[in-house]
């Protein structure tokens, strides 16, 4: 059985920090392909970033380059999401994504195979 357990959420103050982890279990870690999305309320899913099994491509949503990084640790079947420079608009909960890996890595949730439950951040003064 696939889970995905996501931590490190929480409140802070706008231009702060937080580290999202995401601890994969029930796969072969080093063969998927592992992203972050987010949703806001009355919003649709967005994705955030992604990482290739080998984390040598990634991929970020433009609003956040230069201030989140994404990276793994296939030892520890985790996944990491550091978010820098906190805006109110990154208010959201996160989720983290697994699905079998290609060629190429996708923005598309739909291809995503495996989802975790959730982790919410809230960015306010």
């Known amino acids: 059985q696939v889970q995905l357990v996501e931590s490190g959420g929480g409140l802070v103050n706008p231009g702060g920090s937080l580290r999202l982890s995401c601890a994969a279990s029930?796969?072969?870690?080093?063969?998927?392909?592992m992203g972050w999305f987010r949703q806001a309320p009355g919003k649709e899913r967005e994705f955030v970033a992604v990482i290739s099994w080998s984390g040598s491509s990634t991929d970020l949503l433009d609003s956040v380059k230069g201030r989140f990084t994404i990276s793994r640790d296939n030892a520890k079947n985790t996944v990491y999401l550091q978010m820098n420079s906190l805006k109110s608009e990154d208010t959201a909960v996160y989720y983290c994504?697994?699905?079998?890996?290609?060629?190429?890595?996708?923005?598309?949730?739909?291809?995503?195979?495996?989802w975790g439950q959730g982790t919410q951040v809230t960015v306010s003064s």
């Open positions: 994504a697994a699905r079998r890996t290609s060629y190429i890595i996708f923005r598309d949730p739909t291809r995503f195979h495996y």
């Open positions: 029930g796969l072969t870690f080093s063969s998927v392909d």
